[in-house]
């Protein structure tokens, strides 16, 4: 039998990287006030890509203070039309400059090129043209007898899984609300929110209405901690989620936390299995399983559990593990070498616990971070592969015989992200949909995102929700 083999097809766009990054505060680009800085490598190939200067909690209060000043000076006074302009301005530089953002998300996070260029950098600048839209139409997004007024001063703190996107779900409806923004990226992936600090200076925004001041999780606590901001947003896992909620409970700052997820993935036997099963690897094998609301249990109805199985272990066979820049790639790098020590040791205490662990056959780099497409059978509720997140391509695979104990499964646990559903009767797609209890619920698809859809959790994925007009009211006061 004759195979045939992909050639390469690295992304030809290269960025152009400075050597070093600033901190960007009042609408200009400044040293980090004691000097320190730190770096930021492309976890495909552990190369260093820039320095980077690290916000302390003295850089933490100069951004707070412009992001008061720019509010109260500029931002606030403007028109909502004005704003408007100012927010599609970022919208279409976004768009322009969208394969260079790509390259960027992939070298700085390890995201296929092909994942980032046709779905992270599009979906960001998507949410900005969207909430362009609603800036001088906020009185019809509120209800009767309330009047739209900004907060103020927004403390956004973002995860390093689509690190442009997440700052896109919070910028864009905080700017549209008439509020100024304190932008703290990851870590490990600041690169594209520094890009877009770069378009926000050359789109001539007011000094102070976007600030972007990279760190770790200090950097992060002192902004929660500052006490000068009148909301905190903040994407990232739970443990940290819940330390930001018990600072801030009786403060008076308002807060919205989307936190992490284990979400249940429910295939029934008379769903259309060629269908299902895409579903299912671009539900826990997209970003590498970097996604809070990854299908990373899934529910298979007993009598086509074998079948299901099987078209799996072939599926995944056919995956490409590799260079994220080269477009055939379908797995990319784990985004560092502390999540992919996590990974390994979720994985092995599934192993432990007598779970079966199949992988794609592949033969991994060298050098990076990387671990293959993977999935588990024989899996108990439990065992911690299927109660713990683990922010990776493993997936969890356990059966149900009913409806009733599909439902009870998937609601058997405490986060409460998503879910997905794979059934042709449309009854019972409905039913089961309004019996789970999970913020976002996929019929018959999954990962599907739209700005005018609103998305977010409960229980233990956290409180509010990012999108659409429900994503509005999250920034104001009225």
């Known amino acids: 039998m004759t195979t045939f083999e992909y050639a390469p097809a690295p992304e030809s766009v290269r960025p152009h990287l400075r050597e070093r990054y600033g901190l960007f505060i009042d609408g200009a680009w400044q040293a980090a006030q004691d000097g320190r800085t730190f770096e930021t490598i492309d976890p495909a190939t552990e190369a260093r890509l820039a320095e980077i200067a690290y916000a302390s909690a003295a850089d933490v209060d100069r951004a707070v203070r412009a992001a008061r000043k720019g509010y109260e000076k500029y931002w606030r006074k403007l028109k909502p039309a004005d704003r408007a302009k100012y927010i599609f301005r970022i919208a279409r530089a976004i768009t322009e400059r969208g394969r260079e953002l790509a390259v960027l998300e992939t070298m700085d996070g390890g995201t296929p090129i092909k994942e980032s260029r046709d779905f992270d950098i599009p979906t960001a600048a998507a949410h900005f043209f969207y909430y362009a839209g609603w800036a001088d139409k906020l009185e019809w997004a509120m209800r009767a007898g ?14 390093w899984n689509f690190p442009l996107l997440m700052a896109a ?68 896992s739970t443990e940290v989620g819940k330390t930001i909620a018990r600072r801030l409970a009786g403060s008076g700052t308002r807060l919205t936390l989307e936190l992490g997820g284990k979400a249940a993935h429910i295939v029934f036997a008379d769903a259309p299995l060629d269908q299902a099963i895409e579903g299912v690897v671009n539900g826990i094998y997209f970003n590498q399983g970097h996604v809070c609301c990854a299908g990373s249990r899934l529910l298979v109805e007993e009598r086509v559990h074998d079948e299901v199985v099987a078209r799996l272990t072939e599926r995944i066979a056919t ?130 995102f739209d700005p005018a859809s609103p998305f977010g959790g409960y229980r233990e994925s956290g409180f509010g929700r990012e999108g659409g007009v429900h994503g509005l009211y999250e920034y104001l006061a009225g």
């Open 146 to 159: 309330r009047t739209p007024e900004p907060l103020g001063v927004c403390g956004a703190i973002v995860p």
């Open 169 to 236: 779900w919070k910028i864009a409806p905080a700017l549209a609300c008439g509020n100024t923004v304190v932008l703290k990226p990851a870590e490990t992936t600041p690169l594209t929110a520094l890009a877009l600090a770069q378009i926000v200076q050359e789109a001539d925004l007011p000094p102070g209405v976007v600030n972007v001041i990279p760190g770790d999780g200090a950097t992060g606590a002192a902004l929660v901690e500052h006490g000068g901001c009148d909301k905190i947003a903040f994407t990232g």
């Open 319 to 448: 995956l490409r593990l590799g260079d994220p820049l080269d477009k055939n790639t379908d797995i990319g790098a784990i985004n560092s070498r502390a999540q992919l020590e996590k990974i390994d040791e979720l994985v092995r205490s599934g192993i432990a616990d007598g779970a079966e662990l199949v992988q794609q056959p592949c033969t991994l780099p060298e050098r990076g971070f990387f671990f293959p497409a993977s999935f588990f059978t024989g899996v108990q509720q439990s065992h911690r592969i299927a109660r713990e997140e683990i922010f990776g391509p493993v997936l969890s695979i356990l059966t149900f015989r009913t409806p009733d104990e599909a439902i009870e499964k998937a609601n058997n646990t405490p986060y409460g992200l998503s879910a997905g559903i794979w059934t042709d009767t449309g009854s019972k797609n409905m039913w089961v949909a309004q019996a789970l209890r999970a913020g976002v619920v996929w019929c018959n698809t999954f990962n599907q």
